[in-house]
C-alpha cells in the first residue's frame, strides 16, 4: 500500500498531560494529538490538482494511519449551539450522518451518538465533544486525540468560528457535513493524504469553501478504515 506524506501541512502535536484519566493506570498519562486541517492556498492547486493516470476514486486505494485506534466504541456528544442560525435538530442530523458515514463500512461500532451537551471541543474532561470553537486563521477544523499506549481514550472535534459555515453546501461557506466526515476519519485513525491524485479522497490534506464532495468516502478511505477495524 503507497503512503504519501508530501507536501505536510497538518500540524501534529505530541503533547504529554499530568493528569491521570480514571480509567487508566497511575503511571500511564494520555499523549494529545492535534491534527490540524488548512484551507487549500490558491497557489497550490494548480500541483495539487494536476490529473495522472492514478487520478481515479474508484481505483485509488491510498490512506495513511496515525497508528493509534478506540478498542471500544466512542460514544459522543454534539454541542449545538453556533452563531449561524441553524437549528439544534438540523446540526445534530449533520453531524450524525457524518459519522455514521463511517461505520456503515464497518461491522465494529467505531461511534455512537449520546445527546447534546454545553461542553467545549478541546478539553480533556472524558466526553467526546463535537462543537463550534474559536481557533486561529488558515485552520478550518482540529481534531484532538487522547490517547494511551496507542488505544485512543478521548477524541474531541473544533469547527473553527473564524469560518462561516453551511448546511447546503453553499458557496463562500464551509460545509459541516464535508468538514465532519473528514475529521471524524481521523477519530477513526486515519491521517491526512497530500499526494497530487489523492484530492478527491475524502482524507485528502486541505478544503475549501463550498466543497461537498468530501461528504462521502472513496475506495482509499474506506480501505484505510478496513486496516483498522475489518470489514
Known amino acids: 500500500m503507497r503512503k504519501n506524506s508530501s507536501l505536510v501541512v497538518a500540524t501534529l502535536l505530541l503533547l504529554s498531560f499530568v493528569v491521570t484519566p480514571i480509567f487508566v493506570s497511575a503511571v500511564s498519562f494520555p499523549t494529545l494529538t492535534i491534527v490540524e486541517w488548512s484551507i487549500e492556498q490558491a497557489d497550490s492547486k494548480i500541483i495539487l490538482y494536476t490529473a495522472s493516470p492514478e487520478d481515479n476514486t474508484m481505483t485509488n486505494r491510498d490512506y495513511v494511519l496515525l497508528s493509534i485506534k478506540w478498542v471500544s466504541t466512542a460514544n459522543y456528544w454534539i454541542n449545538p449551539s453556533n452563531k449561524y442560525s441553524f437549528s439544534q435538530v438540523a446540526v445534530v442530523t449533520a453531524i450524525t450522518t457524518s459519522a455514521n458515514t463511517w461505520d456503515s463500512e464497518t461491522s465494529f461500532e467505531v461511534l455512537s451518538y449520546k445527546g ?32 494511551v499506549n496507542l ?81
Not at 120 to 137: E, L, T
Not at 189 to 213: K, P, V
Open 151 to 231: 488505544q485512543i481514550v478521548e477524541t474531541d472535534l473544533r469547527l473553527n468560528t473564524f469560518y462561516t459555515w453551511s448546511l447546503s453546501g453553499a458557496a463562500k461557506k464551509m460545509d459541516v457535513r464535508n468538514i465532519a466526515v473528514h475529521e471524524f476519519g481521523h477519530w477513526c485513525g486515519l491521517a491526512d493524504l497530500y499526494g497530487g491524485a489523492d484530492y478527491r479522497l475524502t482524507m485528502y490534506g486541505y478544503s475549501n469553501f463550498g466543497e461537498t464532495y468530501k461528504r462521502t468516502l472513496e475506495q482509499g478511505d474506506i480501505e484505510g478504515l478496513i486496516a483498522v477495524y475489518g470489514l
Open 116 to 147: 447534546t451537551i454545553s461542553k467545549q471541543a478541546g478539553q480533556y474532561d472524558h466526553y467526546n465533544v463535537v462543537s463550534w470553537g474559536s481557533y486561529r486563521a488558515g485552520v478550518i477544523a482540529v481534531t484532538y486525540i487522547w490517547s
